[in-house]
């Protein structure tokens, strides 16, 4: 598992992703580290166990390109 500690120095790296539900390309600064991205590409580990130091908005956003905004826009309670 990838980890925020020791040697792993976090950057804050541009994520550029299109929203599964508008089309809307977006980008967000997230503090992630390349090997955090790359484990998650590869499809193998849970994203909250990729990213444990992101909030559940952040991890959303990587996933499938919805912000918070959107999410709360498109998904309103009934």
Wanted: hydrophobic fraction near 40%; aromatic fraction near 6%; include cysteine.
């Amino acid at each position: 598992m990838p980890s925020n500690k020791g040697s792993d120095i976090l950057k804050t790296m541009k994520i550029v992703r299109t929203s599964k539900v508008s089309g809307i390309t977006r980008s967000a600064d997230l503090d992630i580290t390349e090997e955090q991205l790359a484990l998650f590409s590869l499809g193998r580990v849970a994203i909250q166990d990729c990213f444990p130091g992101l909030s559940a908005d952040e991890r959303e956003f990587i996933k499938t390109g919805i912000t918070a905004g959107e999410w709360d826009q498109v998904f309103v309670p009934s």
